[in-house]
């Protein structure tokens, strides 16, 4: 059973990126994914979530609209476009499963994730 959090790099400010979540193992079809970041000496944040179905996703208020998340049953995968990247974005993002069936209408919580995936850096900067 694996997660492989893929796609990080180094970006100019309003650049873009596409990380992928990658599982093996087990089917994400049967699990909510979240993409969760954590920059040094601050806390863990959940950016953006999307449930089974993908009909239900959040993101935080710093990300909306820059971001985008979305899921490719096919390839088992669920991607984060980053867009208008900002020196703030910078960060570790590590992707996690949620085994519940869940609706995210205001949160997203590290909690709430039974497996996570090693992280990718991603570094915005001129």
């Known amino acids: 059973v694996q997660l492989q959090a893929s796609g990080g790099g180094l970006v100019q400010p309003g650049g873009s990126l596409r990380l992928s979540c990658a599982a093996s193992?087990?089917?994400?079809?049967?699990?909510?994914i979240g993409w969760f970041r954590q920059a040094p000496g601050k806390e863990r944040e959940g950016v953006s979530c999307?449930?089974?179905?993908?009909?239900?996703?959040y993101y935080a208020d710093s990300v909306n609209g820059r971001f985008t998340i979305s899921r490719d049953k096919a390839k088992n995968t669920v991607y984060l476009q980053m867009n208008n990247l900002k020196p703030e974005d910078m960060a570790t993002y590590y992707c996690?499963?949620?085994?519940?069936?869940?609706?995210?209408?205001?949160?997203?919580?590290?909690?709430?994730?039974?497996?996570w995936g090693k992280g990718t850096l991603v570094t915005v900067s001129s």
């Open positions: 996690a499963r949620d085994p519940r069936s869940r609706y995210y209408g205001s949160s997203c919580l590290y909690q709430d994730m039974d497996f």
């Open positions: 999307i449930s089974r179905s993908g009909g239900s996703t």
């Open positions: 193992g087990f089917s994400l079809d049967y699990y909510g």
